[in-house]
């Protein structure tokens, strides 16, 4: 039993910036959600307190056997209608208000700021891919960004549904197939963070991490020129992505030194999304992820 | 061959997997698929050793009396919530030993988390709440059945289906994995195709359009069949909330039958609804399925605020607080359900607006929910509490209900939803509302109307030790899943490589003992309390000092429930004539009175269901073929039956009633102070102490 507190202690004192969600925030949009977060338990405190408080006292006034009085009658009062309604509905009207504002002020698909980073994700199964559109590179299962710029990640699945998340930097985003979705983030740090999918897609699913590098901008830019010294992504190296597996396992197929990886294809992106949009059935060997995905047969 | 058994052969079984690689993984498995046959063989070992199954059939299979249909729901209910609740355990243990790996594979787990949240929804809560309503309301309301008592049989009967389904996946084949939302494209054929999701789909079609035809059938009964007397505003609160959920029944279901269907389409016929090629569109799954999720928790949960009524005025001795009020937040509540769906997918990329809408709809359903609670607050002020077993559970309703609603406002947030859905503070949060909100009270619900279906009250101490070990158990296990979700750990996840989240899993896993240990005294107190049904036994009918007709006759209530239907002149009804004149008092006259018959067809639609559920699952065309024709034909038969009812003569209600009314008369009532004694035998004396 000692033993086993230490080992936790240990563990825990050991691992303190693992735990990586949005109350130790890494950027603006996590600590405004962080706030907010604090703001609406506050005011909701309110109307949680009274019962915390209110039903142990009225079980033991009130017991049998107890001296507090007794109405069994008593069934209606005026001012405490109002203010049973009109508390909450009060309290409402500040959170809806706040709820308002918060929403508009932190959609995803608002970018932070000029000229950001533009990254494209794709999502497969069980591994994020990363393009970089702009600086012709790609990195799998490794998000390099640098501090301090804004970040717009457009994001989309060849696979089945997933969710896009980095908890110390912003919210989830799904991305699916066929289609495109927004996320818009910023480091304020350099550090490494985790993200993760959230969106359960099969037994591959709890390993499908993201290894988040907030860098300097200068380490970020020697990081993007080793890139384009890497192997390029062509076809069939993507096509060979799509079989299910997790990070390692495909950077191991490929005989990829690191995550990195030349982007040879800019409309990758594009013609991945369109793929689910040319008005003929695709056969199972060409859905990456499934079972029956052979990667020899895609185009 | 493959014609005959359709995808069938002899390794689809977890025994064939355990002996092929043994492990921990397989054996939990294989365990678990021989506790099913066990129990269903020592089942039958003891039907037969008692010689049970004549009573089986006549009394319970073939009855279209709504107490024993209610009874039979909540049995379902049980059971399977064993089940669930290990299924729960099961996956607790494995993720506190889940750093970088764990006992189970992810297959294992994933079925354990699809299995275990349909089954909790759909046969636990749904059955629990489903049986109360069919028990309490024709009592209630002053009726001797339902509207339809056969066609209750057929709800009763499609529900038994589903779950049957549920349970011969543990043996032969594998669950879904998907989750309990089975979203496409990831259940679709391509991406699973195994029977795991068509397993998933024959179990919710049949419960889905049995709850349907439940909540029709509750609605006219209560639209229809009240007493002289019984407006609408003398109701009880359970029967206004069974309303409100009969109601929603009726919209909430097909939905989730429709969604399943064309899932059911895209996988056996090749349609493209929710596919990823040729316009399928699984935001469209999403949008229909919740349509019915989110109204379906609260057709879980208004009823369980009727039972929080009925708990709280009866054991303060008082009138309720607010009756309008409560009406109304009712109502309201059951009309804003339906604009909400759409905060289960926050984070799916719709406009900034939409998720504003949806989420100031969400907040505001947190009006009329807090005004209840303060209402039963209210209904204890100044009252004369006794903590019996209901009143235990009351109480951790409020405390810990009041952490859900906080947590749910915080989730009505889409800035916070982005962080925390999809996280352990989901999990959290409904297991928060879904545990102390409706299981709580469908416990306390059971332990109240247990005495008027079968005569004898409920253990009070064993009742009382399982209600503290499920508030404890609730809070070890469930209150540290917010802080890992917060910390952002998925839920779903079969294992995790984040040292700082196990010393929370830990706890979380002991905690998940000690709901064990709730579930064990759950089920000996109802063992206790049937050895000892005699010093139990309150024949009289009114163990608490009811204040609704329900108590106002003999308990067991008999088939006809009362003796002549009554004239209500108040919203207390049974209380108005303790206080106002003599309750007991034999009628003028009495009369006929019609039964329904005894029939087999809602067994009948039970069994070709699982027939034609279990064929389709397995492409064993012949049988499923067959199952349906033989729904089909059930059907006609029955709509040719002209002896549908029988009479009961006016002279043996007169006897059965007469002596009643005469041991009445010669025995003497307790005062509230012998409650939980021998001497209660459910004849209230005006109480001293509440009588000044
Ligand atoms: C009583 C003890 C219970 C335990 C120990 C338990 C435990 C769990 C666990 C470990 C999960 C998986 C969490 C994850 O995804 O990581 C889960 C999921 C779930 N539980 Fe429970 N649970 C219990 C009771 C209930 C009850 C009473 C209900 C409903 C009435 C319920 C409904 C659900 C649902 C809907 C899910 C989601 C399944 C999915 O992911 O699709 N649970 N539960
Ligand atoms: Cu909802």
Redesign the pocket.
Known sequence: MRRLAVVLLVVLAAHPALAQGFLTPEGPVAAAQREHLIRVTMVTMIAVLPVLIGVPLILWRYRRGGRGAYRPGFDFSAPLEIAMWGVPAAIIVLLGTWLWQSTEALDPYEPLGTDPLQVQVIGLNWKWLFLYPDQGIASIGTLAIPAGRPVRLQLTTDTVMQSFMVPALAGQIYAMPGMVSDLNLMASRVGTLTGANTQ?NGTGFAGQQVDVQVMTPDDWTAWVQGGTTAPSLDAARYARLGVAGTTAQALQALSLPDSRMHLTAPGLFASVVARYHDGAPLADRDQPGAPGFQPESTP | MSGLFGHLDWTVTPFAAAIADPGTNTFVAAGAAGLVVLGAVALLGFLTWFRLWGPLWRDWLTSADHKKIGVMYCVIGIVM?AR??A???V??AH?AMALNGGPLSAEHFAE???T???I??LF??APLVIGLINIVVPLQIGARDMAFPVMNQVSLGLTAAGAALLMISLVIGRFET????AYPPYTGRVFSPGEGPDYWIWSVVPAGIGSMLSGINFAVTIYKCRAPGMTYMRMPLFTWTALCAAIMLVYAMPPVTVSSLMLALDRYAGFHFFTNDLGGNMMNYANIFWMFGHPEVYI?VLPAYGVWSEVSATFSAKTLYGYPSLVIATMAIAVIAFTVWLHHFFTMGQSASVNIAFGIATMIIAVPTGVKVYDWMATLWRGRIRMTVPMVYLTGFFILFVIGGLTGVILANPTIDYQVHNT?FL?AH??NV??PG??FAMLAGIHYWFPKVFGFRLHETWGKRAAWL?IV??CV??LP?YALGLMGM????SSFADPAFVPLQLV?GA??VI?LL??AATLVCYGVSIRQRGTLAVPFGDPWDGRTLEWAMPAPAPEWNFAVIPAVAARDAFWAEKTGGDPYVAPERYEDIELPRPTALGLVICVATTAAGFALTWHIWWLALSGLVGIGLAVMVRAFATQTTRVLPAAEVAVHHGRWLEAVHTARGITRDAEDSPANRGLAAPDTEVTP
Do not use: K, N
């Open positions: 359960f | 919530l669930g609740v299924e729960g355990a996956m607790r993720q354990l988390f699809s275990h949240g349909t909790m929804i636990v809560a998907g989750g309990w939302s879980l352990l999990v409904f297991h879904l545990i409706v299981l499920w158990g609730f296990t469930f899943l998925p839920r779903r996840s979380a905690g998940a709901i709730a579930l």
